[in-house]
């Protein structure tokens, strides 16, 4: 069995994030998503979500593509984590194109998929504030 992991912090859940959940999961058969927490959004990406860590797990939960999702706390954890799950694939939007390549280092295919165009959380609250 092929063991894709992903990672982000999908709040207001959106197109875009299913796009790239669809093709994560077409790269294998069991699709971990590695929702980032609440304190880590804050401390770590200066993001406030919309949605609390529960919410936001429920509705990834809810997606076909999607097996298991664990909570993201640290920017470090990728490797333990692609070990502790036995990960073959780590997936990512391009966006992170380059960053993560040092998990070549522990035998696990690196994926930067495109992402999809003019769909953002900042955008929809952007596009909402300004109605
Ligand atoms: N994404 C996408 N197309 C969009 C928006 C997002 O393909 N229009 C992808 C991102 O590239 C990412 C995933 O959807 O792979 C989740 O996006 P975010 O929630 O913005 O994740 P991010 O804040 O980039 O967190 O350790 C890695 C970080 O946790 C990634």
């Given at each position: 069995m092929k063991r894709v992991i992903t990672y982000g912090t999908y709040d207001m859940l959106h197109y875009g994030h299913i796009n790239l959940l669809k093709r994560a999961k077409e790269l294998g058969d069991y699709l971990i998503v590695a929702l980032s927490t609440d304190e880590f959004n804050w401390d770590s990406k200066q993001k406030k979500c919309y949605f609390s860590y529960e919410k936001r797990k429920q509705l990834l939960e809810a997606i076909r593509y999607v097996d298991l999702v664990i909570p993201e706390e640290s920017w470090d954890q990728k490797v333990t984590d692609v070990k502790e799950y036995h990960v073959d694939t780590f997936v990512i939007g391009?966006?992170?194109?380059?960053?993560?390549?040092?998990?070549?280092?522990?035998g696990v295919e690196v994926v930067y998929l495109p992402r999809t165009p003019e769909i953002s959380t900042t955008q929809i609250k952007k596009d909402l504030n300004a109605k």
């Open positions: 391009d966006d992170w194109e380059g960053k993560f390549d040092f998990l070549k280092d522990e």
